[in-house]
């Protein structure tokens, strides 16, 4: 099995990005969270390159995807990208890509790009996720934040540059701010959520489209403060402290059940791949999406992500079949 993995970006687990890179030969080893039927290396007919952009968020989980599927179609080909949710539409609705990863619904100025160019395409949630806001290990000082208090932190314009303005209680200790850069749909839906506007943000902190950048800045900073996608805490729990978030009704902390339950309140969130209709005529592209909806629930978990419930299931299961007679015979 051979898969090439075109990142700007590290995200994908250590593990995975090794596991991902060996030849046919090496690749029946464990991605870490168990072996399964899709595991199995089954060589079959189809053969081509399937070009992904998109959500640096979701690439862990079409990585994974990309690995299985190639366990058995060795002769395919699977290019994953990491343009971000907003950089990767713009691709995806130029027509350069088979499939986007995004980490938010397509917006109306995305759609009108694609109904421009006669692109269309199927929104699949193939997995949840909660966004993690972490600080430095040995910050002894906060355990949850409110809503109010992350807008305080992060809104357009705050001056907050110090942990006792948060919270008086709070150490006189200096705060460093790190998070995704613009073009991120982690970006895109934290601005929203915590600040109630898309994009609405302040500037003086260190983004970057590299999340493990905010990794060593959150590690390496006693007053640090980021966020990002859970799977990416799960990666460096070791390195990092979570937050509780209280939203009103308690401070609750992201997990698998507090994500796929909705008690994680406001970050929690759906993944999505939106294929092109007209890929569909590409039978590895047919192939390997529908190998993606099949198998999404054990893609979400050896990936660290929170699978679908029944509901999403069947959602995603009829978007699927729905596309796909449209656009194959």
């Known amino acids: 099995m051979r898969i090439h993995i075109s990142l700007r970006r590290s995200m994908v687990p250590g593990a995975l990005v090794g596991a991902a890179l060996l030849t046919a030969g090496a690749c029946g080893g464990s991605t870490g969270t168990g072996a399964s039927a899709a595991d199995e290396e089954v060589e079959g007919d189809l053969s081509g390159t399937i070009r992904v952009d998109g959500s640096s968020t979701v690439a862990p989980l079409t990585t994974v995807a990309a ?46 790009d694609c109904e421009d160019n006669n692109i269309a395409y199927a929104q699949l949630q193939i997995a949840n996720d909660g966004l993690s806001v972490v600080v430095n290990k040995d910050n002894d000082w906060a355990q949850c934040l409110t809503v109010a208090q992350l807008k305080k932190i992060w809104e357009p314009g705050s001056k907050v540059t110090n942990w006792n303005q948060v919270d008086s209680k709070f150490p006189d200790e200096k705060l460093e701010l790190f998070g995704p850069g613009t073009d991120s749909g982690t970006f895109d839906y934290f601005t929203e959520t915590i600040n109630g506007e898309e994009g609405a943000s302040r500037t003086d902190y260190s983004p970057s489209e590299d999340d493990n950048v905010t990794v060593q800045g959150v590690s390496g900073s006693k007053g640090g403060m980021g966020y990002f996608g859970l799977s990416y805490y799960e990666e460096n729990k070791d390195d990092l402290k979570i937050l509780k978030i209280n939203d009103g009704d308690g401070c609750v902390e992201p997990t698998t059940e507090t994500v796929q339950n909705g008690t994680y ?3 929690s969130r759906p993944l999505f791949i939106y294929p092109k209709g ?3 005529d590409k039978a590895e592209v047919e192939g390997f999406v529908d190998y993606y909806v099949e198998n999404n629930a054990d893609i979400a978990e050896k990936a660290q992500f929170v699978p679908l419930n029944s509901k999403q299931e069947s959602t995603l299961n009829s978007e699927w079949n729905k596309l796909r007679e449209q656009h194959t015979s």
């Open 67 to 112: 690995q299985l599927f190639q366990g058995q179609n060795p002769n395919v080909r699977v290019t994953v990208g990491t343009s971000g949710t907003g950089g990767g539409f713009e691709k995806f609705c130029a027509g350069e890509t088979d499939i986007n990863d995004a980490s938010r619904p397509i917006e109306t100025d995305e759609k009108t």
């Open 265 to 267: 309140k406001p970050l």
């Open 278 to 280: 007209s890929s569909l």
